[in-house]
């Protein structure tokens, strides 16, 4: 990624800037603390970028060795790409260690105060001899070896506070409960720019919460 190299980025977004064209991209939390670069980054066309907010539980965030988030800068975070009229799509996972049935009812909350345009969410998955595969096969927790259910909607370990079944009914109530109508529009508010295209990207997403379940048993 350019952002990793600041100096960098700052050149290319300056050249960019020339092309007058529109674009989105995925970034790291930090970029929202160099101001500088935000600014490049809005004037090089930046409609929009990913960001790995991962969860709202900061201990949670210190096992994935993702010490760049801190959960209580994430309204800051958005905040400043507002500014600069930068959509958010901010992306979350359930089902990690610290994760309880009441975490994930509050995330659709959490997620509206933070601001966050265009919420995604996923299950953690411990892809094929990636840490957290290694760790959970050494715990005895892997579920199952068959990778065609390796594909973030389905939980296919042993969790700490639920069973793998309530982690797939509570993912699919999440999705569902952050993707109503009413909570559409009040994000529709804070979004800085291009309202129609945040407006269709949530649309298609509800469908998708509304289809979760049917792709889980392989009826879509």
Not at 9 to 16: D, H, P, S, V
Not at 70 to 80: E, G, K, L, M, P
Not at 112 to 141: K, V
Request: proline share 4%; glycine share 4%.
């Amino acid at each position: 990624s350019p952002l990793s190299d600041r100096e960098y980025a700052k050149e290319l977004f300056a050249e960019m800037a020339k092309l007058h064209i529109s674009w989105a991209g995925l970034a790291t939390l930090d970029v929202a603390d160099d101001p500088e670069l935000l600014d490049l980054l809005a004037k090089s066309g930046c409609a929009g970028t990913l960001l790995g907010f991962e969860t709202f539980r900061q201990e949670d965030l210190v096992d994935m060795t993702k010490y760049k988030n801190r959960t209580d800068r994430y309204r800051d975070v958005v905040d400043r790409l507002h500014e600069r009229r930068i959509a958010v799509l901010g992306t979350f996972m359930v089902g990690m260690d610290g994760d309880t049935v009441e975490g994930i009812r509050q995330m659709p909350d959490l997620i509206e105060e933070t601001r966050i345009d265009i919420p995604r969410f996923a299950i953690a998955t411990p892809f094929p001899n990636t840490p957290f595969y290694r760790t959970l096969d050494a715990e005895d927790r892997i579920l199952t070896r068959d990778w065609s259910l390796y594909d973030s909607i389905h939980c296919v370990f042993k969790p700490k506070n639920m069973s793998a079944e309530t982690v797939e009914a509570e993912f699919i109530h999440l999705w569902k409960q952050t993707y109503t109508a009413g909570r559409i529009l009040k994000r529709l508010k804070h979004t800085p720019q291009r309202k129609m295209t945040s407006l269709v990207t949530n649309a298609a997403f509800r469908i998708y919460a509304n289809r979760i379940q049917k792709m889980m048993r392989g009826n879509v």
